[in-house]
């Protein structure tokens, strides 16, 4: 069954430092979604891509955080520098339409960030 | 804004109990309501409603959309203590398809 992949599954990073994370989408798969949970929370979306596209990253902190898909497939999240309240799970999630057609998303297993 | 509040934000039952979780939205162009489990983990998909598709079953879990009200909710009944999770609902909107989360319900059974 097809899954979408996340690596590293954990982190640990001291403040100050920088720190990135990947996401392979289910393959086909037009949007995707990073997301920041921390304990406690619901997901609060990060970006969404449109394939390699920007459609969404208002909330953002474009001071340290970026994120891109340049072939519009895979991702990559980075943050610098990381900052004690950065900790929390990050996931990434992907739907296989896009627009005015999306109607269902399927997550990876996350990774789970300590900044100390 | 869009946003999706559910409701309530934690629960404790015990194990035998039915469970009813709330989830209510103010979204532009809704297109789907999502129902995820999450234990401490990513989360795992349970169910989808959408406008043709407003209300789903599988095993002792069923939800109910009712577009009327803006409105979902989720039923367990004959809960066990393997339920116990944190219950998210999110909602596709607007014309990007932006998926917006709920604050979750961390649902305790007990033994």
């Known amino acids: 069954e097809a899954e979408v992949a996340q690596s590293p599954r954990y982190k640990i990073t001291e403040k100050s430092q920088a720190v990135a994370f990947w996401c392979d989408p289910i393959?086909?798969?037009?949007?995707l979604y990073w997301y920041r949970q921390i304990l406690g929370q619901g997901p609060e979306l990060l970006v969404q891509?449109?394939?390699?596209?920007?459609?969404?990253d208002s909330q953002l902190p474009k001071d340290r955080f970026s994120a891109e898909r340049l072939k519009g497939v895979d991702s990559t999240l980075k943050i610098q520098p990381a900052e004690l309240g950065d900790s929390a799970m990050y996931l990434c999630a992907s739907s296989p339409n896009g627009g005015l057609r999306s109607t269902e998303a399927f997550f990876g297993q996350g990774t789970r960030l300590t900044v100390v | 804004e869009d946003k999706v509040v559910q409701s309530p934000l934690s629960l404790v039952v015990h194990e035998g109990d039915t469970v009813t979780l709330n989830c209510s939205y103010e979204v532009t162009n809704f297109r789907s309501l999502l129902w995820y489990k999450q234990e401490k983990k990513a989360p795992t998909f349970l169910f989808m409603l959408?406008?043709?598709?407003i209300e789903k079953k599988s095993g002792r879990l069923s939800s109910i959309l009712d577009k009327k009200e803006l409105s979902s909710i989720l039923n367990i009944t004959a809960t066990q203590t393997g339920d116990s999770a944190i219950y998210l609902c999110a909602v596709f909107s607007g014309n990007t398809g932006k998926l917006i989360f709920g604050q979750g319900t961390t649902l305790q059974v007990k033994p």
């Open positions: 891509f449109q394939d390699e596209s920007v459609v969404d």
């Open positions: 959408t406008s043709s598709g």
């Open positions: 393959s086909g798969h037009a949007t």
